[in-house]
């Protein structure tokens, strides 16, 4: 249902939820120019081996909707498994062995909770590891008569203890990176009886290595890709777009020769032109969520520009400038309200950014390039630099928030 008030626009225009459900998606949804969705989807259909896959895209820029919206067109022919893994574990401390034994973790989970056939000497070869591999013996689940409710129980248990206890997560890592290959084994026995059983191919889906820093990406997808690309199933990963401007991202693309990338939405050309049909699509995120009268006409075109084209920056900007309509006691959100909630995102980066990096941001603007260095990255990473593309070629701009900060530099 779109918002017809502010106070529902409030709460339906939520930048940290990304859409998921199928009602959502049909609801909310919004095509894009040079997607890669159709191209991934034709990827995974066609092909009948194993695919690992990499998918980037600023944060912020749809990534997790675009996904969510791939394996509802996928549901027939695959058995998807799609979770965070900051949902498991700690970004901040997150090894190759973590995502592998993430990964078997969530598909015994999605096995279980799916009360999926699977042959009992299986269940209980990969209920045997997951104990050695902790030293434990009690699951807590005694008279627990089917052997996968039991095992359920102790991948919960499990990956619930690997997020929060530093002592648990250095004890299973140690043990694990000696016996990679066990684990291997135990995903691959496991993930033959699903797809015999279901007759889909397993597609796994891992968000959120988007958002860890460039040495972690690196450290993963440059010195441990053999293991990431180990598991016998197709597996989609995201990574961090700082990445590809690495001196190292050759490398990884021979390992990871699937490299897609979602595009920002363009809110203006190269030579500075208005770019109507990108600010079209914006517009039309906001309008599939909120009664268009809830924003004066103006102000639907400001929003997208300000947005820089990254629905996430969109959206929580427009819930900044509702909320200060509403505390105007206005119905509906103005040019005025719009540039109060601008400017107090303006000051976030106004703290961040050093006075070197504003000099670089001003280069920027200027050549519509990004140089292969570490400072230049760091721009990428904290969205004050951008990257654009269309047909013909790539460029890069600042953020249009930022814009006013180089003239004046930090005062």
């Not at 206005?330 to 976030?348: C, F, G, L, T």
Request: glycine share 4%; proline share 3%; net charge neutral.
């Amino acid at each position: 249902m779109k918002a017809k008030n502010l106070r529902e626009a409030l709460n339906i225009l939520d930048p940290e939820r990304p859409l998921r459900t199928e009602k959502e998606l049909q609801n909310f949804f919004v095509t894009r120019a040079l997607s890669p969705l159709d191209d991934l989807r034709l990827l995974l259909q066609v092909t009948t081996g194993s695919q690992k896959v990499l998918f980037t895209g600023h944060r912020g820029s749809g990534k997790s909707t675009e996904l969510a919206k791939l394996t509802h067109g996928l549901r027939e022919q695959f058995f998807i498994i799609h979770y965070s893994i900051k949902s498991i574990l700690n970004l901040f401390d997150l090894k190759y062995v973590d995502v592998v034994l993430s990964l078997g973790l969530e598909l015994i989970r999605e096995v279980t909770t799916k009360k999926v056939k699977v042959k009992q000497k299986v269940l209980s070869h990969v209920l045997n590891f997951t104990k050695e591999i902790t030293k434990e013996t009690e699951t807590g689940v005694e008279g627990q008569a089917e052997i996968g409710a039991e095992l359920n129980l102790y991948v919960v248990k499990l990956s619930s203890k690997l997020g929060t206890e530093d002592a648990t997560r250095t004890t299973v890592r140690e043990t694990v990176s000696h016996r990679l290959s066990d684990l291997l084994e135990s995903i691959d026995l496991l993930a033959r009886e699903v797809e015999k059983n279901t007759k889909q191919r397993i597609l796994v889906i891992i968000e959120d290595l988007d958002k860890t820093d460039l040495n972690t990406a690196k450290d993963l997808f440059y010195n441990h890709a053999t293991s990431l690309l180990a598991p016998p199933v197709s597996i989609i990963y995201t990574f961090p777009t700082a990445l590809r401007h690495d001196n190292d991202f050759m490398q990884v693309e021979m390992s990871f020769p699937n490299v897609y990338i979602l595009p920002n939405l363009k809110t203006r050309s190269r030579n500075g032109e208005k770019d109507e049909a990108g600010l079209a699509r914006l517009n039309e995120i906001l309008t599939k969520r909120a009664e268009a009268p809830l924003f004066t006409p103006e102000v639907l075109i400001t929003l997208a520009e300000l947005s820089s084209g990254i629905p996430r920056e969109l959206i929580a900007l427009a819930r900044r400038a509702c909320l200060e309509a509403m505390k105007s006691n206005q119905p509906r959100i103005d040019e005025n309200h719009v540039e109060k909630a601008a400017r107090s995102k303006r000051m976030d980066y106004q703290v961040l950014l050093t006075t070197q990096q504003l000099a670089l941001l001003k280069q920027i603007e200027q050549t519509k390039r990004v140089e292969n260095d570490e400072a230049h990255r760091a721009l990428l990473h904290n969205l004050s630099a951008l990257e654009y593309r269309n047909d013909v070629g790539v460029w890069h701009d600042v953020h249009p928030l930022i814009k006013p900060l180089l003239n004046e530099g930090k005062a």
